[in-house]
T-cell receptor, first 113, second 112 residues
C-alpha cells in the first residue's frame, strides 16, 4: 500500500501567486516526520521543510509552509509568492519512528510568467 | 554552508562490472543514507547507516549492494555485478539527528 500519496502529477501557477501541493500519508505510528523536497531539472534534492507528528504548530520556512492536518493525515505544502525558480518536481516524504524515509511520486510545478 | 558531496557526477559502466559510488556527508552528521531514483520515477530508499553499521535497508538493497564508511569522512555504496536495471540516479544523504536529511547532488549511473 502507498504510504505517501501525491495526487497532482502536475500543477501550474502564475508568478507571484500562492500554490498548494497536496500530500496525504498513511501510518499507524504515533511518531513520524513529514518532509518536502524540491528537485529542479538539474536533479539534486533540496530539503525544504519538516513537520514532526507531535509539533502543534505548522512548520514554516520562508515562503514555504506546511499545512499539517493530522486527523486527515495530510501535509500539504504551500508556496507563497511563487517565483519562476520554483518550477521543479516536489516530493513529499514520511519517516515513521526510526525507520526509513518513503517518498511520494512527486508533483511537477510549473510557474508561469 | 556545509553540504553533502558525491563523486563521480556520472558513471558509465558495463553490465557485470562493479562500481563504487562515493559520498562525503556533512562533517558533524551521524546518520547516512543511500537512495536511488530511476529516471522519471520517485526516490526509493536503499539503506541507512548509523554508528558504523546498517540500521535499515529496503528490499532493493540485496546482496548485490554494500555500504562502507572506510574513514572518518567517506561513505560509499558498492554495487557488484551491475545490471541494466541498476541505471539510476543515486543520492547520498546525511542527517545530524536522524530527522532532516540533506541530500547530495547525486551520481548518475548508466549501465550499458
Amino acid at each position: 500500500a502507498q504510504k505517501i500519496t501525491q495526487t497532482q502529477p502536475g500543477m501550474f501557477v502564475q508568478e507571484k501567486e500562492a500554490v498548494t501541493l497536496d500530500c496525504t500519508y498513511d501510518t499507524s505510528d504515533q511518531s513520524y516526520g513529514l518532509f518536502w523536497y524540491k528537485q529542479p531539472s538539474s536533479g539534486e534534492m533540496i530539503f525544504l521543510i519538516y513537520q514532526g507528528s507531535y509539533d502543534e504548530q505548522n512548520a514554516t520556512e520562508g515562503r514555504y509552509s506546511l499545512n499539517f492536518q493530522k486527523a486527515r493525515k495530510s501535509a500539504n505544502l504551500v508556496i507563497s509568492a511563487s517565483q519562476l525558480g520554483d518550477s521543479a518536481m516536489y516530493f513529499c516524504a514520511m519517516r515513521e519512528g526510526g525507520g526509513d524515509m518513503r517518498f511520494g511520486a512527486g508533483t511537477r510545478l510549473t510557474v508561469k510568467p | 554552508e556545509p553540504e553533502v558531496t558525491q563523486t563521480p557526477s556520472h558513471q558509465v559502466t558495463q553490465m557485470g562490472q562493479e562500481v563504487i559510488l562515493r559520498c562525503v556527508p556533512i562533517s558533524n552528521h551521524l546518520y547516512f543514507y543511500w537512495y536511488r531514483q530511476i529516471l522519471g520515477q520517485k526516490v526509493e530508499f536503499l539503506v541507512s547507516f548509523y554508528n558504523n553499521e546498517i540500521s535499515e535497508k529496503s528490499e532493493i538493497f540485496d546482496d548485490q549492494f554494500s555500504v562502507e564508511r572506510p574513514d572518518g569522512s567517506n561513505f560509499t555504496l558498492k554495487i557488484r555485478s551491475t545490471k541494466l536495471e541498476d541505471s539510476a540516479m543515486y543520492f547520498c544523504a546525511s542527517s545530524r539527528d536522524g530527522y532532516e536529511q540533506y541530500f547530495g547532488p547525486g551520481t548518475r549511473l548508466t549501465v550499458t
